[in-house]
T-cell receptor, first 116, second 115 residues
Framework: GAVVSQHPSRVICKSGTSVKIECRSL??????MFWYRQFPKQSLMLMAT?????????EQGVEKDKFLINHASLTLSTLTVTSAHPEDSSFYICSAPQGGGENIQYFGAGTRLSVL | GENVEQHPSTLSVQEGDSAVIKCTYSDSASNYFPWYKQELGKRPQLIIDIRSNVGEKKDQRIAVTLNKTAKHFSLHITETQPEDSAVYFC??????????????FGKGTLLTVNP
């Protein structure tokens, strides 16, 4: 299957700092990527849809100024958690549909964010 | 919007037995239903999917059935093995000709296969 790379895999930071997470489609182009948040023993909660060349679409209740998304190219989307606080600690995962009429989505390996 | 319900939340079976996980969806326009397996701390991996023009699909020990009228779909794992132990998520989506591929996930089922 297609490969989606996500970095970093683990981040530990102090409260108030900003953290950038990258999601790359390695062998296909993705005009759309998705960002999820997953709490322990819970499901994947969609945060936003990242659109190449345009603004991201955020799900209800997700602060767009808190979670900045940039989809600068057909293979890269970034999620920046601004002024992180302990309640932002979570597992963040991106995904990208391979496209071409198919809806098979491939996930990145996830980023474990711990805010102290 | 779409709402996906998944049951049971936990399932424990003996090695060699079958496991069945059921999901229902609310939006009759949904036409794509994937199943993902997620091991602890790892990414979800697609294990099987089904589209609304098909009622059943099988891949070795894994099968998925879809009842469009009732808006429910199920995952069947036969001859379970300890390595099948993981969290399984169902999802639903409207896969249009554009880029609207947003998945709505169920809450997951923790499957434990006891040796």
């Amino acid at each position: 299957g297609a490969v989606v790379s996500q970095h970093p895999s683990r981040v530990i930071c102090k409260s108030g700092t900003s953290v950038k997470i990258e999601c790359r489609s390695l062998d296909f182009q993705a005009t759309t990527m998705f960002w999820y948040r997953q709490f322990p023993k819970q499901s994947l909660m969609l945060m936003a849809t990242s659109n190449e060349g345009s603004k991201a679409t955020y799900e209800q209740g997700v602060e767009k100024d808190k979670f900045l998304i940039n989809h600068a190219s057909l293979t890269l989307s970034t999620l920046t958690v601004t002024s992180a606080h302990p309640e932002d600690s979570s597992f963040y995962i991106c995904s990208a549909p391979q496209g071409g009429g198919e809806n098979i989505q491939y996930f990145g390996a996830g980023t474990r964010l711990s805010v102290l | 919007g779409e709402n996906v319900e998944q049951h049971p939340s936990t399932l424990s079976v003996q090695e060699g037995d079958s496991a069945v996980i059921k999901c229902t969806y609310s939006d009759s326009a949904s036409n794509y239903f994937p199943w993902y397996k997620q091991e602890l701390g790892k990414r979800p991996q697609l294990i099987i999917d089904i589209r609304s023009n098909v009622g059943e699909k099988k891949d070795q020990r894994i099968a998925v059935t879809l009842n469009k009228t009732a808006k429910h779909f199920s995952l069947h794992i036969t001859e379970t093995q300890p390595e099948d132990s993981a969290v399984y998520f169902c999802a639903a989506s409207i896969a249009s000709g554009g880029s609207n591929y947003k998945l709505t996930f169920g809450k997951g089922t923790l499957l434990t296969v006891n040796p």
